[in-house]
């Protein structure tokens, strides 16, 4: 049963599958057949191997949830999405690539500040970081890219915030984030703006040792690398990890969840007219259930043979979660195509699940309330300002989305 | 309805915290702790979705 071998990976289904054409906030329909009929099975990914894809909801929790399985890409027959994530997982390990209890010691060091109180604290300041940038837009020149001019800004000044980092230096962090996620990148592209964070990160950290603020790269500096609980370079690259999680996740959601509420106008409307935070936060699991951008697999490896649906995933090999379907699967939601946000959509596994579940998912939860709160209140006439069929969506990339997003009120 | 949490698993997802705040709250560290082990009735439906949403498992209703 172990097909690894690339020659035995012929007339498999290629992974990743294209999406249907005029339907870009579906999976692959390839992916619902697969769901339906096998829901355990081999896949052909670019390295000629055959991973086993994992489609229903209840695989992927239990799966997910399951220490037999590895998220360390250094353990022979993980999948790997590219030649880039190869080379840059060979090159730096975060705890976002290790297991337990390596992986629970070095996240530890970093879940203070997505308290829930603390994000909670901080959402004054998402709501004037909002405000203002829609005071700017208002007051700018029409069209305007909503990607450029509120998407991208955010989150990125948000975390800019949290973690210490000078928001003027955003062109090199967003700039070499885009590189790293772009699944086309080479090996060298990737590692080289992996690199050019990290180095960025790392003489962050020297000036905060020296001069700390109050904020993660400073808690850091001062605490945990200088009492040797992690070095420097873990620190740097943890700071990496989060500074990009933080900003090109959020964005994403930000822009296509935007371009989804306009393309459901019923739906936009009922959170327009809402002062109810409940029905806020509730859109806001939906929009993460139905666009699930991280739609590029999350990747484990087995450590052990493991029985799901009637296959036997052996230790050794590959598997792929396509959280994308999982969040589509009739069994776990009614009706799963259809955008409606006064469903209860609270066990999707758009954050992933198990011990690996977003970090920073209390903050891109506030920091999406706000934005979906206040965007289209304030905006109420907001409108696509360019053919829907011209915008071109981030099929390329680890996270998807739409690389702009021209608009006008 | 009796709780327990197993603080070493936990992954401080904070979805306890949403759920049922008058049962899960959090330490610095953002680690679960529980408020009380026997909720009231009005909270047990917020305590049972932390259970099914909880990625690491930390959560459990023990019978008494």
């Known amino acids: 049963m172990t097909e690894t071998l690339a020659d035995t990976a012929a ?26 009929d096998s829901p355990v099975s081999r896949v052909r990914i670019w390295d000629g191997t055959s991973p086993w894809l994992i489609t229903r909801h209840d695989h992927v929790r239990a799966l997910l949830g399951d220490p037999r399985i590895s998220a360390d890409p250094t353990r022979p027959g993980y999948p790997h999405r590219s030649a880039g994530t190869k080379a840059n997982d060979q090159a730096r390990q975060t705890f976002l690539t290790m297991d337990d209890p ?54 990125s000044l948000v975390i800019c915030e949290l973690l210490g980092v000078p928001y003027e230096d955003h062109d090199l962090f967003q700039r070499n984030t885009r590189v790293a996620v772009r699944r086309t990148s080479t ?3 990737v590692v080289a703006a992996m690199q050019t964070l990290t180095d960025y990160l790392d ?11 109050d904020d993660l790269l400073s808690v850091l500096a001062t605490e945990r690398v200088a009492k040797g ?41 009922l959170l327009r007219d809402t002062e109810d935070p409940k029905v806020v936060a509730g859109a806001v699991e939906e929009l993460l259930r139905y666009l699930n951008i991280t739609h590029s697999g999350r990747r484990r490896v087995a450590l052990a043979d493991i029985e799901v649906g009637g296959e036997v995933i052996r230790a050794g090999d590959g598997v792929i979660f396509a959280n994308e379907i999982a969040n589509r699967d009739p069994e776990a939601f009614s009706d799963p195509d259809r955008l409606d946000i006064t469903r209860d959509a609270r066990r999707h596994v758009a954050f992933g699940y198990g011990v690996h579940q977003c970090l920073g998912q209390p903050l891109a939860r ?17 409108a696509l300002a360019t053919d829907f069929d011209q915008l071109e969506f981030k099929h390329d990339g680890i996270v998807y989305g739409v690389y702009e997003l021209p608009v006008t009120w | 309805m009796r709780v327990e949490v197993d603080q070493p698993k936990c992954v401080a997802s904070g979805q306890c915290v949403l759920m049922a705040p008058e049962v899960f709250d959090q330490d610095d560290d953002g680690i679960v702790e529980l408020l009380t082990d026997r909720p009231e009735a009005e909270h047990h439906d917020g305590v049972r979705e932390s259970v099914a949403v909880c990625p690491a498992a930390a959560i459990r209703l023990v019978a008494d």
């Open chain 1, 102 to 155: 390596e992986h629970a010691r070095l996240r530890r060091m970093v879940t203070a500040p997505f308290a829930i109180k603390k994000v909670e604290a901080l959402r004054p300041s998402v709501q004037k970081i909002v405000d203002d940038l829609i005071d700017a837009m208002l007051a700018g020149p029409k069209p305007v890219d909503l990607v450029e001019a509120f998407a991208l800004p955010v989150p």
């Open chain 1, 11 to 36: 007339g498999l289904p290629e992974h990743p599958m294209p999406r249907a054409a005029g339907c870009p906030f579906d999976p692959p329909p390839a992916l619902h057949a697969l769901q339906a």
């Open chain 1, 366 to 382: 506030v920091e999406l309330q706000v934005v979906y709160n206040t965007l289209y209140s304030r905006i109420p006439t907001l």
């Open chain 1, 187 to 189: 090996a060298e592209e």
């Open chain 1, 229 to 269: 609980e992690m070095t420097q370079r873990q620190a740097a690259e943890t700071g990496v990890l989060l500074l990009a999680a933080g900003h090109e996740t959020t964005a994403n959601m930000i822009a296509l969840g935007t371009l989804a509420l306009l393309r459901n106008p019923d739906q936009l409307a």
């Open chain 1, 203 to 213: 003489d962050l950290l020297t000036v905060k040792r020296a001069r700390p603020g």
